[in-house]
């Protein structure tokens, strides 16, 4: 998984859950400028502005050997 791919899901749950740009920003406690390159599988995000984001969204990582 790329941080492309990671940016989309990000996204594609923010929208299902019908929440805003600012407002998972702001319940993340993340810049909106951050969230916004995150979503577009741009910077590199800390992992714990990642993790903080994921569990906003009830999403967490999951690592695994590579197949």
Same mark, same amino acid.
């Given at each position: 998984m790329n941080t $492309?791919? !990671?940016g989309v899901i990000i996204k594609k749950r923010r929208q299902?859950?019908?929440v $805003? #740009? #600012?407002e998972l =920003?702001?319940? =993340?406690g993340v810049g909106i400028n951050t969230l @916004? =390159? !995150?979503?577009?599988? #741009?910077g590199n995000p800390k992992l714990e502005t990642l993790l903080a984001i994921? +569990?906003? *969204?009830g *999403? #967490? @990582?999951?690592?695994?050997?590579? +197949?």
């Open positions: $492309k791919e !990671i299902y859950l019908k $805003k #740009q #600012q =920003a702001d319940l =993340a @916004v =390159a !995150i979503e577009r599988g #741009q994921l +569990d906003t *969204l *999403l #967490q @990582v999951e690592i695994r050997l590579k +197949d």
